[in-house]
């Protein structure tokens, strides 16, 4: 899960409300809260570093069968 500290759309607790049930369900999560963002990214070192966590996401976990 990646949010913005400053997120209006969804507020922090409710990030980290889903964040807590999916672990609770031994469900794997990595949260990852950017200080000064929203609802989506402002600057490039977020966006850049989004772009790499989605991605190592992508390889770890839809791997063809």
């Not at 500290?5 to 950017?34: N, R």
């Not at 963002?37 to 772009?51: A, C, D, I, N």
């Amino acid at each position: 899960m990646l949010h913005g500290d400053h997120a209006t759309s969804v507020p922090v607790a409710e990030a980290e409300q889903v964040v807590a049930g999916l672990k609770q369900h031994g469900i794997p999560v990595q949260y990852v809260l950017f200080q000064g963002e929203g609802h989506g990214w402002s600057t490039t070192t977020t966006r850049t570093q989004s772009k790499v966590l989605v991605t190592e996401w992508f390889k770890k976990y839809l791997q063809p069968l």
